[in-house]
Structures are given as C-alpha cells and as structure tokens.
C-alpha cells in the first residue's frame, strides 16, 4: 500500500472512531487534536481573538480556551473537518507542510493508544520498591535516607524518558507506513512520554510499597 494511501486509511479509521464516540453521547461531540497526538471530545467551540484561541466546552461541560498554536485541527461528528496548524515558514521546506504534521498526529494518537510499555512500568515498581533498603543500608536510619530513596527511581525515569522505543518495533506492527517518517516520529515521541509516565508511576507505587514494608518490620 501506497505510504499516503496508508496514511488516509488511518485517518478514516480515526475519524470514524470518534464519529461512534460522538454518537453515544446526548450531545454531539466534535474531536479536538493536539499537535503531539492527544485528542478530546469537545462541543459548540469557536474561534477568537483573529483565530489564535479556541473557545469550547469539554466532556463536562466545561468552558475552556486554548490557543490555537498548539492545535492541528478538529474533526467534526459531521464528518468535515477544520485544521488550524499552518506552517511556520512560506518555504515548507523549512517546516513541517500540512500533511507531514498530520501524518505526525496520527503517529503521536496510535503511540499513546497502542503503545504498551509493561516493562518500564515494572522496572520503575521494582527499583521504587527496592530504593528505601538502598538507601537504609547506605546510609543507615539517617535523615538522608528518605531523599535518597527518591533520588533511585527518578534517576531511573530521567534514563528512560532520555529513550525511545525501536524503530524496528514500529516497523513491524506498521510496515505500511515504513516510508513515512514523520509518522514514526510521532509514534516514537508519543510512545517516549508513555514510557516515562509508566516509569514514573511504577517508582512511585514501590516507593510507597518498599516504605510501608519497612514500616511494618
């Protein structure tokens, strides 16, 4: 399949995906997309300030405002849709055109959706849940002890967010796309933050696992 052929599909498929969303809500519900890949169903928004803020209510009928900078577009439940990303530079070969950033987006959705990252999540568990006796047995019962229990696993989520996941791995669930790069950027991006996120959580959840056990001695 054609790279951009491969692209539209996906676009299709996402499309259609929160079209179903929309329709199991009372209200219909237009999707907001963020440049890196985020997304949100949003309702009766509209465009001030000469089209630099983005006026709408969210999911819980909240008001709210966003600048548009930030924004590739949004997909309407009637199937249209608006796109407010512009290129920064009249030569697009110095920014990214329309649909290089589209194909980014999608990239940056299928990273944070699709992406699993079990073993950042594990990994973070185990050194927060080990960090505390780290730290007790380096530095005894001493005040330093709690702080550098803490130091461990964010040390640890700094190493993994400074990584991103195999290219191969993409290429593998994704061979259609293998062409378009920027879709892989957005997917290794999107996929980055995921695994620092797990990382993170899981060095949390141990700490406090490892801090209560050594409570409980």
Do not use: C
Not at 3 to 26: D, G, R
């Amino acid at each position: 399949m054609n790279p951009k052929n491969a692209i539209w599909v996906l676009v299709v498929s996402l499309f259609l995906s929160q079209w179903v969303q929309a329709q199991n809500s009372t209200i219909s519900k237009d999707t907001l997309w963020y440049l890196n890949g985020d997304f949100e169903l949003i309702s009766d928004y509209t465009v001030e300030d000469n089209g630099s803020i983005l006026s709408y209510l969210n999911r819980k009928g909240k008001r709210k405002t966003y600048e548009t900078f930030y924004i590739f577009g949004i997909s309407k439940s009637d199937g249209t849709k608006e796109v407010f990303y512009k290129p920064m530079y009249e030569d697009e070969s110095d920014t990214l055109s329309v649909e290089e950033m589209q194909a980014f987006v999608i990239g940056g959705f299928y990273g944070s959706t699709k992406y699993r990252a079990p073993w950042a999540t594990l990994e973070g568990f185990a050194l927060g849940t080990a960090s505390p006796f780290i730290a007790s047995g380096v530095l005894g019962s001493s005040f330093w002890s709690l702080p550098l229990s803490f130091v461990i696993p964010l040390t640890n989520t700094t190493i993994i967010g400074a990584t991103r996941p195999s290219e191969r791995r993409i290429l593998r669930k994704y061979p259609e796309l293998s062409k378009n790069k920027m879709f892989i950027e957005g997917f290794k991006e999107s996929a980055k933050r995921k695994r620092t996120k797990n990382s993170l959580l899981g060095g949390l959840a141990g700490l406090a696992t490892g801090i209560l056990i050594i409570s409980l001695k």
